[in-house]
């Protein structure tokens, strides 16, 4: 069984420019969570989506991130304009019930803002 | 205060040596507590769900303690391949939401 992918695995950017990480949940997996990790900090939630619905964004940082999962399977995070803060490691996990069910991982994508 | 506390180390661990370290957490409605290792530029990856009875899975033991809000992981007989940073995580949903607070990760390096 395939686990979760995430596109692409870097991207160096420039500041100002627009960057959108994409992520492909393990089939058959309803909730979707995208977290981030910046430099020398611990992981931090951004949002979950239970199929296309946002179930909590509370982590969002602000309003230049768009997350969408547009009919319930892959989704995209947008960051636009993309600032040096925004520098890190963004993971996806999806897992197929909620509470007690382990959330799985993708590899992560790697964002450098310059 | 910090949703999950840990202290990063490292910790330089001897083969074949016993290793232990916790993590504190602030809410004390979370439900769901678990062990995370992450190897270096990786994604975390499970390494065992923790329960109030305590529990045991080869050579790593994790307890609970709710009262005192502190989760641990012991590591026996250390192996080369155990290096690795620890996650202490801890489920915060409540309501139908389900998102995870990690800790900073203890990094544990074992040495030949």
């Known amino acids: 069984e395939a686990g979760v992918t995430q596109f692409p695995s870097h991207s160096v950017i420039e500041k100002g420019q627009t960057v959108t990480l994409r992520c492909d949940p393990i089939s058959g997996h309803d909730n979707l969570y995208w977290y981030r990790r910046v430099m020398g900090k611990e992981i931090k939630f951004l949002l979950h989506f239970v199929k296309e619905s946002k179930q909590d964004e509370s982590g969002m940082p602000n309003n230049r991130f768009l997350a969408e999962r547009t009919g319930g399977t892959y989704s995209t995070l947008k960051v636009q304009p993309a600032e040096l803060e925004d520098s890190g490691v963004y993971f996806c996990?999806?897992?197929?019930?909620?509470?007690?069910?382990?959330?799985?991982f993708g590899p992560g994508t790697r964002l450098t803002v310059l | 205060r910090k949703e999950v506390e840990q202290d990063p180390g490292p910790f330089n661990v001897p083969e074949g040596a016993t290793v232990a370290f916790n993590c504190t957490y602030s809410?004390?409605?979370?439900?769901?507590f678990f062990w995370y290792r992450q190897d270096c530029r990786k994604e975390p990856k499970l390494l065992m769900s923790?329960?109030?009875s305590g529990n045991e899975d080869g050579r790593f033991t994790a307890q609970l303690n709710r009262a005192s809000q502190y989760i641990s992981l012991l590591i026996r007989d250390s192996k080369l391949s155990d290096s690795a940073t620890y996650l202490c995580?801890?489920?915060?949903?409540?309501?139908?939401?389900?998102?995870?607070?990690f800790g900073k990760g203890n990094q544990v390096v074992v040495i030949p």
């Open positions: 996990a999806s897992s197929q019930d909620r509470v007690r069910d382990e959330q799985f």
């Open positions: 809410n004390s409605a979370s439900q769901s």
């Open positions: 923790v329960y109030s």
């Open positions: 995580v801890v489920n915060m949903g409540s309501g139908g939401n389900n998102r995870l607070a």
